[in-house]
């Protein structure tokens, strides 16, 4: 069975910093497309940025227009671990985060929801 399981948020003022981190039992995150996913309050899940997996032709991580600038994806392939770096975060940026697994190896990740596994999430808050 897949678990995929978020952690780092928190509360963060403005212009603040958080790094999350994206963990998997059952399933090596080195060896699959991973993106993460932000749902604001009131709002449709959002795609932010996606990397594909390790061995993929396509070593370009993706950005939303959103975070772009701000936001950074990146792999740990020695802990199995995907990251999103977040600096200068904004109000804007409040909501759940989640990352999300694709089953297919080969397929080059996209910031559309059609991932196969989901975390459970995790809250960022921005606020004074």
């Known amino acids: 069975q897949v678990r995929i399981v978020e952690s780092g948020g928190g509360l963060v003022q403005p212009g603040g910093s958080l790094r999350l981190s994206c963990t998997s039992s059952?399933?090596?995150?080195?060896?699959?497309?991973v993106a993460w996913f932000r749902q604001a309050p009131g709002k449709e899940r959002e795609g932010l940025s996606c990397?594909?997996?390790?061995?993929?032709?396509?070593?370009?991580?993706h950005y939303a227009e959103s975070v772009k600038g701000r936001f950074t994806i990146s792999r740990d392939n020695v802990k199995r671990t995907v990251y999103l770096q977040m600096n200068n975060l904004q109000a804007e940026d409040t909501g759940v985060y989640f990352c999300?697994?694709?089953?297919?190896?080969?397929?080059?990740?996209?910031?559309?929801?059609?991932?196969?596994?989901w975390g459970q999430g995790a809250q960022v808050t921005v606020s004074s």
């Open positions: 999300a697994a694709d089953s297919y190896l080969d397929r080059v990740c996209v910031l559309t929801p059609r991932y196969d596994y």
């Open positions: 059952g399933l090596s995150l080195d060896l699959h497309p």
């Open positions: 990397i594909s997996a390790s061995d993929n032709n396509d070593k370009t991580a």
